[in-house]
């Protein structure tokens, strides 16, 4: 069975930093693109922040210069650093990737890390 744990997340103060974690297990084959979304209370799941197997970046306009995606390949874990934070990036942030596994290709989600910016 293939899994998603995210780590990292917590209480920040407006203009601190972060670094989410997120490491896959289970019988893979393969992972292609990794990203990270974000859901606030009362809001839809949004778009944050992906990365290709290549290392090729994408950022939602909210947090381009001030978020950065990264993974390493061998510990088949995400990260995203997280800085200058604001109150409205205040989410439960989750984990998505591109996986090949025993039982085929598929999207599956982590569990969510809450992070909240507040003073």
């Known amino acids: 069975q293939v899994q998603l744990v995210e780590s990292g997340g917590g209480l920040v103060q407006p203009g601190g930093s972060l670094r989410l974690s997120c490491s896959v297990s289970g019988s893979i084959f393969s992972i292609n693109a990794m990203g990270w979304y974000r859901q606030a209370p009362g809001k839809q799941r949004e778009f944050v922040a992906l990365?290709?197997?290549?290392?090729?970046?994408n950022y939602a306009d909210s947090v381009k210069g001030r978020f950065t995606i990264s993974r390493d390949n061998a510990k088949k874990t995400v990260y995203l650093q997280m800085n200058d934070l604001k109150p409205e990036d205040t989410a439960v942030y989750y984990c998505?990737?591109?996986?090949?596994?025993?039982?085929?290709?598929?999207?599956?989600w982590g569990q969510g890390t809450q992070v909240t910016v507040s003073s």
């Open positions: 990365i290709t197997s290549r290392g090729t970046t």
């Open positions: 998505n990737a591109e996986i090949t596994s025993t039982i085929g290709t598929g999207r599956p």
